[in-house]
């Protein structure tokens, strides 16, 4: 929902008026599922989970152009023929879905990576020329993704009603996935997958659904380390096949697609964090008190890996500590933006980690004014 120069603002108040309203509803809500001594799951809490995600379908694209910049990407190879790694939304101006996308991806080639790109590829075909379809069919993944966040949430918790609101009753995520169709719900969903299936003693599929993640973003690459040196330290059995097959088929496929060039993408990306500051990402706003943004982002970065060492030496002594992780990673970034928060909440709704827990609460509540056109 962007908003034009002398655009009356009341809407985008009304707007985040209420969805503050929310926030504190939903933290208040938490409160008193915790404090809740069963832990048993709750359907009722499930359901509500799921139609909150579910409910901003019903209105239209909002705060994002992102799906509309995926699909962009997607016709330079289904409609045009070329390579969306090699070739730029600019070189073709009179595409359907040019002037709907962000501005700011018009000349820079796909940041995305190959697994997700190859999907698009095949809603691109799916949905033809079609605005409404497009749009549509994105956020619909999108919510789809968040229900089986909650499920896998609720199934993977020894709380599974609280679990379930964690991730579910978090009105940040419903209105950038089911409103925005962004794709790293689809990236925290196989996360959350190959938690659960490692569990459930099924490490080959597992290693297949971390496979999956880390095709769509890089972000999973990560995680992967702390949760392989927590499974030598507690004697969980790994299964390293399924995710050897799952990256040399996708690496076969994106190879035999894109040429080597996919690899490129990590290119523009690296570009972004270093030339380019979110406005709302934590070393911008430090910077913005009078240090230079430069040394602000370069301190933040190596504070970084200090604590990714750290985290390391827990995983080492037995404890995978991932939405920590996120939660730091968001911190330190110069490039946030508020449906990233998909990146911590899921994994703080499942660990015991009450550090991460109430550094995801607060990355949520930072982020609802970002993106909001006031």
Known sequence: ?????????????????????????????????????????HRAVIVLACAIQLLPLAGPVLLSTDVYTYWDYARISVAHGDNPY????????????????????????????????????????????????????YRGLAAAAMVVLVLL???????????????????????????????????MAFVLAALALAASGRPFLAGLSWAAAIVIKWVPLLFLPLRLLEARRVGRRID????????LVVVAIATWRYGLEWIGAVGPLTRNLAEDRASYAIPSRIAGLGLPEGA???????????????????????????????????????????????????????????TARVLALALSAYLLRDAVPI
């Open 86 to 137: 090699v070739d730029v939304p600019s070189d073709y101006p009179d595409d359907v879905a040019f002037p709907l996308m962000g501005s700011y991806w018009h000349d820079t080639t796909s940041v995305y990576g190959p697994g997700f790109t190859l999907a698009s590829e095949v809603h691109a075909t799916a949905v033809g020329d079609s605005v409404d379809a497009a749009a549509w069919a």
């Open 296 to 354: 602000a982002t370069l301190g933040f970065a190596l504070a970084f890996v200090l604590a990714y060492a750290w985290l390391l030496r827990e995983a080492w002594r037995g404890r995978a500590r991932l939405a920590l992780t996120a939660g730091l990673l968001l911190v330190c970034t110069s490039w946030l933006v508020p449906w990233y928060a998909v990146w911590a909440v899921p994994l703080a709704a499942v660990e015991e980690d009450r």
């Open 153 to 187: 949430a609720a199934r993977l918790s020894p709380r599974p009603a609280f679990a379930a609101a964690f991730v579910g009753w978090n009105p940040l995520l419903a209105i950038h996935f089911a409103g925005g169709g962004h794709n790293d719900a689809w990236m």
């Open 240 to 247: 390293h096949r399924g995710l050897a097959l799952g990256l």
């Open 1 to 41: 929902m962007p908003e034009h120069e002398g655009e009356d603002s009341s809407w985008a108040w009304l707007y985040l008026g209420a969805i503050v309203a929310a926030f504190v509803v939903y933290v208040a809500g938490l409160y008193l599922l915790g404090r809740r001594s069963g832990a048993g799951p």
